[in-house]
């Protein structure tokens, strides 16, 4: 991942990843903000809380309500779907007010602007609520949808194509910005529409992914995928190919997997399928109209792999509030510093463990050391979990939270580094299945970062206090250990225990000395009087 970072910041004892930024009073005006996407399927509100560059869903309602269903026949919105919907908007303006939410943003998409009472509904919506719908065409969609990839992932690049009932939008990223964008009424619910069966409705996708081509050009690089219909079809890969990681942020598809998945489809009971996978019964039965969809997307564009985006029109509109300079921040550290400012029994202590284990991996990456900065500031936020489960507590957290900016295997190495703070051991965990999601390097980096955080552990006292130094002689095999003298109390029979576990996972022999205190200045001697 390619994060941008701000020279100034850099340039501090902060390191790479600047300092932190969460209470600086314009993150902190995103600290809790709510915002509701009306859209032709579904109506949901999302409150966003905690770190503003990577928030957590404090609250996330969604109700199915159909509003673009049978919209090509009849022009105006499903009248049951319309009733669904005022209701909806009437319960989460309530729960904003009991909340003590700043006034929501609301947006409407496809059906509600090209319904003809598409105005008389949000009319309806401000008098019986007194919430205001802003109604956004297909281009001002698109860019939204990509602004909320961008949140997930700063720098990232490629075609972001997001699916909603009635519009399909397509919208290219590039250096954390957004360029050229298109809609099309490719939403499952207009397609249920289309006449001449599947035949029919396929040619007309052909037809329309062609126009779509011409006006976006060449998109081979990474296809971002956003909305539902999408997220369900990677349930149903996931199902398929036996994935054991049911997180959908960040999965990843091949073309190849997406071609396997369609004739999965359409050999499989769709009822016992929606079942086994999860899905809901009204969004399986669009899932026919989008996996054709998505493979005529792919056949026409080419992309060089496939991604699943939890991230949307929503976060694009928490984006769209950010100054530039949050943006550019590492939403994983970002994350993980306001965890450590809320749950560690010492605050601050992560930066300092993160440069006692830093000179381990001083020839890595920045993409690992990311992780490794993650893991420091995550390394005590579990403590209250009960000691006999407290390992594997730390690997679930991290392996299914609400992160951005990981990728699965990303996700299995700060879990196993987490897991392995609190213990010698990783085999025999409930979670072993997952650990081949990383390959055996990986899997032992991990271990040695983890071996490590719980040797620094030890030397917990204050959030900015000395606790010594790290040298690493791989090709001599010996890890130098220089602790201040003021560790002695602190270095007892655990924290020995602990340094031979690194030693062993290392390989190493240990050459451990301890620093002589610096002497006290001599006094002046006092000046005669003249």
Same mark, same amino acid.
């Given at each position: 991942m390619n994060v941008t970072q701000d020279p100034a910041a850099?340039?501090?004892?902060?390191?790479?990843?600047?300092?932190?930024?969460?209470?600086?009073?314009?993150?902190?005006?995103?600290?809790?903000?709510?915002?509701?996407?009306?859209?032709?399927?579904s109506v949901r509100l999302v409150v966003f809380d905690g770190a503003a560059r990577s928030p957590a869903y404090f609250y996330n309602e969604k109700i199915m309500c159909a509003l673009g269903a049978g919209l090509s026949d009849s022009g105006r919105l499903n009248p049951e779907g319309r009733a669904r919907a005022l209701s909806a908007l009437r319960r989460f303006q309530h729960l904003a007010r009991g909340m003590g939410l700043p006034p929501l943003s609301a947006v409407a998409t496809a059906a509600v602007r090209d319904a003809e009472d598409g105005p008389d509904f949000c009319a309806e919506v401000l008098r019986e609520t007194g919430l205001k719908i802003h109604v956004i065409d297909g281009r001002e969609e698109a860019r939204l949808s990509a602004q909320g990839v961008l949140l997930g992932w700063p720098g990232a690049y490629g075609l972001v194509c997001d699916i909603g009932g009635s519009s399909m939008e397509l919208a290219e990223i590039?250096?954390?910005?957004?360029?050229?964008?298109? =809609?099309?009424?490719?939403?499952?619910? !207009?397609?249920? %529409? #289309?006449?001449?069966?599947?035949? &029919?409705? *396929?040619?007309?996708?052909?037809?329309?992914?062609?126009?779509?081509?011409?006006?976006?050009?060449?998109?081979?690089?990474?296809?971002?995928l956003v909305g539902g219909s999408w997220r369900a079809i990677a349930r149903i890969d996931m199902h398929r190919r036996g994935y054991r990681l049911k997180v959908l942020h960040e999965y990843r598809m091949s073309a190849k997997d997406?071609?396997?998945?369609?004739?999965?489809?359409?050999?499989?009971?769709?009822?016992?399928?929606?079942?086994?996978?999860?899905?809901?019964?009204?969004?399986?039965?669009?899932?026919?109209?989008?996996?054709?969809?998505? =493979?005529?997307?792919?056949?026409?564009? !080419?992309?060089? %792999? #496939?991604?699943?985006?939890?991230? &949307?029109? *929503?976060?694009?509109?928490?984006?769209?509030?950010?100054p530039q300079r949050l943006r550019a921040r590492d939403p994983l550290i970002e994350a993980s510093r306001f965890a450590e400012m809320?749950?560690?029994?010492?605050?601050?202590?992560?930066?300092?463990?993160?440069?006692?284990?830093?000179?381990?991996?001083?020839?890595?990456?920045?993409?690992?050391?990311?992780?490794?900065?993650?893991?420091?500031?995550?390394?005590?936020?579990?403590?209250?979990a009960h000691p006999d489960y407290r390992a594997e507590v730390c690997f679930d957290n991290a392996t299914r939270a609400n992160l951005g900016g990981l990728k699965h295997s990303e996700r299995v190495f700060l879990g196993l580094a987490l897991l392995h703070r609190y213990s010698n051991k990783r085999?025999?965990?409930?979670?072993?299945?997952?650990?081949?999601?990383?390959?055996?390097?990986?899997?032992?980096?991990?271990?040695?970062?983890?071996?490590?955080?719980?040797?620094?552990?030890?030397?917990?006292?204050?959030?900015?206090?000395?606790?010594?130094?790290?040298?690493?002689?791989?090709?001599k095999r010996v890890l130098h250990v220089t602790l201040?003298?003021?560790?002695?109390?602190?270095?007892?029979?655990?924290?020995?225990?602990?340094?031979?576990?690194?030693?062993?996972?290392?390989?190493?022999?240990?050459?451990?000395?301890f620093s002589k205190p610096a002497p006290e200045p001599e006094p002046e001697p006092e000046q005669a009087p003249e």
């Amino acid at each position: 991942m390619n994060v941008t970072q701000d020279p100034a910041a850099a340039a501090t004892d902060w390191g790479p990843f600047g300092r932190p930024i969460f209470d600086d009073p314009k993150a902190r005006a995103l600290s809790r903000v709510g915002v509701v996407d009306v859209g032709s399927n579904s109506v949901r509100l999302v409150v966003f809380d905690g770190a503003a560059r990577s928030p957590a869903y404090f609250y996330n309602e969604k109700i199915m309500c159909a509003l673009g269903a049978g919209l090509s026949d009849s022009g105006r919105l499903n009248p049951e779907g319309r009733a669904r919907a005022l209701s909806a908007l009437r319960r989460f303006q309530h729960l904003a007010r009991g909340m003590g939410l700043p006034p929501l943003s609301a947006v409407a998409t496809a059906a509600v602007r090209d319904a003809e009472d598409g105005p008389d509904f949000c009319a309806e919506v401000l008098r019986e609520t007194g919430l205001k719908i802003h109604v956004i065409d297909g281009r001002e969609e698109a860019r939204l949808s990509a602004q909320g990839v961008l949140l997930g992932w700063p720098g990232a690049y490629g075609l972001v194509c997001d699916i909603g009932g009635s519009s399909m939008e397509l919208a290219e990223i590039h250096e954390n910005t957004v360029g050229r964008r298109v =809609t099309s009424p490719l939403g499952p619910l !207009k397609l249920r %529409d #289309i006449k001449g069966g599947r035949k &029919g409705r *396929r040619d007309y996708i052909r037809e329309v992914m062609e126009q779509l081509k011409s006006e976006m050009g060449t998109q081979r690089d990474r296809l971002f995928l956003v909305g539902g219909s999408w997220r369900a079809i990677a349930r149903i890969d996931m199902h398929r190919r036996g994935y054991r990681l049911k997180v959908l942020h960040e999965y990843r598809m091949s073309a190849k997997d997406v071609r396997e998945t369609a004739k999965y489809i359409e050999k499989r009971d769709m009822d016992k399928l929606r079942s086994d996978c999860g899905i809901s019964s009204t969004r399986m039965a669009l899932v026919p109209y989008a996996i054709d969809v998505l =493979t005529r997307l792919i056949h026409t564009f !080419k992309p060089k %792999d #496939i991604a699943v985006s939890s991230y &949307g029109i *929503r976060e694009g509109l928490l984006y769209e509030q950010m100054p530039q300079r949050l943006r550019a921040r590492d939403p994983l550290i970002e994350a993980s510093r306001f965890a450590e400012m809320k749950d560690a029994r010492v605050p601050g202590f992560g930066k300092t463990l993160y440069d006692f284990v830093s000179p381990l991996f001083s020839g890595a990456r920045h993409s690992k050391r990311r992780l490794v900065k993650a893991a420091c500031l995550l390394h005590d936020v579990s403590w209250r979990a009960h000691p006999d489960y407290r390992a594997e507590v730390c690997f679930d957290n991290a392996t299914r939270a609400n992160l951005g900016g990981l990728k699965h295997s990303e996700r299995v190495f700060l879990g196993l580094a987490l897991l392995h703070r609190y213990s010698n051991k990783r085999h025999g965990s409930s979670f072993e299945y997952l650990y081949d999601l990383l390959d055996e390097k990986g899997q032992h980096e991990a271990e040695v970062l983890g071996k490590a955080m719980r040797f620094g552990a030890m030397l917990m006292v204050t959030s900015n206090g000395e606790i010594g130094d790290l040298q690493w002689q791989p090709r001599k095999r010996v890890l130098h250990v220089t602790l201040p003298d003021s560790a002695r109390p602190l270095y007892g029979e655990v924290a020995e225990s602990r340094l031979k576990s690194l030693a062993k996972a290392l390989d190493a022999s240990v050459d451990l000395k301890f620093s002589k205190p610096a002497p006290e200045p001599e006094p002046e001697p006092e000046q005669a009087p003249e």
